[in-house]
């Protein structure tokens, strides 16, 4: 509770932020003329003048009788009952009109409902859950559900569960919920439990094996609309944020992510009876000393006459690749060895190494390392860098029934598991195509006869370090460069992402990048977002990333679309510009998550490839870097960049599967400065 919870009760009441700083102002420096307020807050008189005047007509400031006039607040308990009557009055007020305005609302709408358009909606703070109250009431048939302990418990606090004890179809619907059991919520969960059975509610609760994380946090109704949250940085971090959507392809692509999940868990009672005894399965050896576990890995090791598959975390991979000689002895003797592991960009080049001997992939990260010999022994050990405690450290088992069952979930994780690319979103970002006319309705640099040829962009490290902290001012104190293109320089500020995306066959598209932009209004064409989309094409000089469409909730015939289409002159982007509204398209940043989802389908030209509704989500990693270059288009544009950077792992929500990439395939810049320069202008 403080100045933040203080600002949402005068916004509650009708202020405007500008209005509710006064307010605030006024409350801690007292009576003030006019001019002060002016003057301390570094405002027009007349503005100033205005908010007073709206303050006192709406019951929180008075004036005094005096010449000048001067202004003092309402104390705030005033304000508090002032709030709390509004809100009564309100609620009283549509209580007593409810059914005149239904029966009104009836005679003015169609006769035939039309089904709502595809879209996204922002939903902050307590307002989620309210969401999340509403789609339970609409409930039919089944909610499916991921939260965290503390959404559990938040849910709860806020009703959740009252929502669905009271639904007249409780015993009927499925509701289904997902969540990272742990000693910390053991008790909620348990209480939760009971309290369904009472209250004879339809209810299904699952854990997931080996200490997989559950990601995103999301609520799915009837397969017709989804909530997700976006991530905050830490789970100390305030202000969560979410995004809701009713487009089907996006709803089915997350409906198989829960599926998958479920099917890869088991019973939160079975895992509450683990957690309760200290015993994983009723014929696991937990192993407590460090010793006795290393010499029982050994052994499970040595023991490999066919195959061995691990999955670890990022920092064991490191660890394998020093220690090799015993995987590198079975490796020669014919084993098969799979390895899965988060890859970083710490760990690629070790990585690396060990694909020269086994087969390495990209996982998605777990509290436990495993590994299973021959399908029939298994040792797993709690990843020394995770928070949060898996059971015991190490425990050992030979129960076919056990081994089977985990063995077919790092089967199914391998089967999607990506191998990590030589080629890093870092460095095919520098790869640019010069501009070329347009023949016959295609590029001319496209055609095999082209004498065009593709160049790298030319890139120089600014001479003068740029820290975390100026790249931060100069968006804070933004100067707002006119958009005068190309008579002079335009600059945009905001936050942009960054990904290659090696989709599997089933996607039924080729090799692909995504560069996805967030600006806002002090940039030179004010606030917009942007997608921009390459494809891995042939051209004549070989392979190399092609930008093909453009996605922009932008004006069509607005001067930001003319900027764009001389930076893509003579390329398929050029003429392909998708033009959405403000709700079909959403780019977001949040914490150390980078989101970017679109409800319409983009065509890619000139291939016969189109790109389906889906969305993509950036987790940032590592320490934040700043990065600073001059660059030069082939146009002849020359680029100023200045941006706080985090490396970041890969989920692309496609309607067939999730796609999960390494940690050397994203990037997510939270805070950027592009000045932009004419060819002809020599400020840069």
Not at 51 to 66: D, M, V
Not at 202 to 224: A, S, T, W
Not at 448 to 472: A, F, G, H, N, Q
């Amino acid at each position: 509770m403080g100045e933040e919870t203080i600002e949402k009760v005068l916004r509650n009441l009708g202020l405007t932020d500008t209005e509710a700083e006064v307010n605030i102002f006024l409350a801690k420096r007292g009576v003030l003329k006019c001019s002060e307020v002016a003057k301390q807050m570094k405002k027009d008189r007349a503005q100033a003048l205005r908010i007073l005047k709206s303050l006192q007509s709406k019951g929180l400031a008075e004036a005094t009788l005096e010449v000048p006039t001067r202004y003092a607040p309402v104390p705030f308990e005033q304000v508090i009952d002032l709030s709390i009557k509004a809100k009564k009055d309100e609620a009283a007020l549509m209580e007593n009109t409810r059914n005149e305005l239904l029966n009104y609302w009836k005679k003015i709408g169609k006769s035939v409902t039309e089904p709502l358009p595809d879209k996204f909606m922002v939903i902050e703070g307590d307002k989620i859950y309210a969401k999340i109250a509403q789609m339970i009431k609409e409930t039919k048939n089944q909610l499916s559900s991921i939260f965290t302990g503390p959404d559990l418990s938040r849910g709860i606090q806020l009703g959740l569960f009252e929502a669905i004890s009271h639904h007249p179809l409780k015993s009927k619907i499925q509701f289904r919920f997902l969540t990272e059991l742990s000693e910390q919520n053991v008790t909620t969960v348990k209480s939760l439990l009971e309290r369904a059975l009472k209250a004879d509610v339809n209810f299904k609760g699952r854990n997931p094996e080996l200490g997989l994380r559950l990601f995103p946090r999301m609520v799915i109704r009837d397969n017709v609309e989804i909530l997700f949250f976006i991530r905050p940085k830490t789970a100390t971090e305030s202000g969560d944020l979410s995004l809701w959507t009713n487009c089907t392809d996006l709803v089915q692509s997350f409906s198989v992510v829960f599926e998958d999940s479920w099917t890869n868990s088991k019973d939160v009672r079975e895992r509450i009876m683990e957690i309760e005894t200290g015993k994983p399965t009723p014929t696991a050896r937990v192993i407590g000393d460090v010793d006795t576990a290393r010499r029982t890995y050994d052994e499970v090791l040595n023991s490999a006459d066919e195959e061995v598959i691990m999955m670890i975390s990022s920092k064991s991979l490191i660890e394998s690749c020093k220690h090799f000689s015993l995987l590198k002895e079975r490796i020669d003797k014919g084993v098969s060895v799979k390895i899965m592991a988060p890859i970083t960009k710490d760990n690629l080049q070790a990585a690396q190494e060990l694909s020269k001997f086994c087969a390495v992939r990209h996982a998605p990260t777990s509290n436990l390392d495993t590994v299973i010999v021959d399908g029939k022994r298994l040792f797993q050990s709690q990843d020394s860098s995770s928070r949060k405690p898996v059971l015991a450290s190490h425990f050992y088992t030979d129960n076919l029934e056990y081994v089977k069952k985990t063995k077919s979930v790092l089967d199914e994780l391998w089967r999607n598991a990506q191998a990590p690319s030589v080629s890093t979103a870092k460095s095919i970002s520098k790869l640019v195509l010069p501009a070329a006319p347009v023949v016959d309705g295609e590029s001319a640099w496209l055609r095999r006869d082209s004498p065009y040829k593709k160049i790298t962009l030319s890139v120089e490290k600014k001479t003068r370090v740029t820290t975390e902290k100026e790249v931060l001012n100069t968006i804070i104190n933004a100067e707002k460069y006119p958009a005068d293109w190309p008579k002079g320089p335009v600059r945009f500020y905001g936050s942009s992402g960054h990904t290659v995306i090696h989709p599997p066959d089933s996607f039924g598209l080729p090799d692909f990048m995504i560069w996805a932009n967030h600006f806002n209004k002090q940039s030179s064409y004010g606030a917009v977002d942007l997608l921009f989309i390459y494809l891995w094409l042939e051209t004549p000089k070989g392979y190399a990333y092609v930008p093909v469409a453009r996605v922009a909730d932008a004006p069509k015939d607005g001067p930001g679309m003319k900027f764009a289409n001389s930076l893509f002159a003579g390329t398929p982007a050029e003429r392909n510009a998708n033009l959405v509204k403000k709700d079909e398209l959403q780019i977001r940043f949040h914490g150390n998550t980078f989101f970017a989802g679109w409800t319409k389908p983009i065509s890619l030209i000139p291939s016969k490839y189109t790109l389906p509704p889906a969305c993509i989500l950036l987790e940032g990693y590592g320490k934040l870097r700043t990065v600073a270059f001059e660059s030069v288009l082939p146009s002849g544009a020359k680029v100023r960049d200045e941006r706080n950077t985090y490396d970041a792992f890969v989920t692309f929500y496609h309607p067939a599967s999730k796609y999960s990439g390494p940690g050397t395939d994203g990037t997510i810049s939270r805070d950027v400065v592009a000045t932009i320069y004419p060819p002809s202008s020599t400020e840069a």
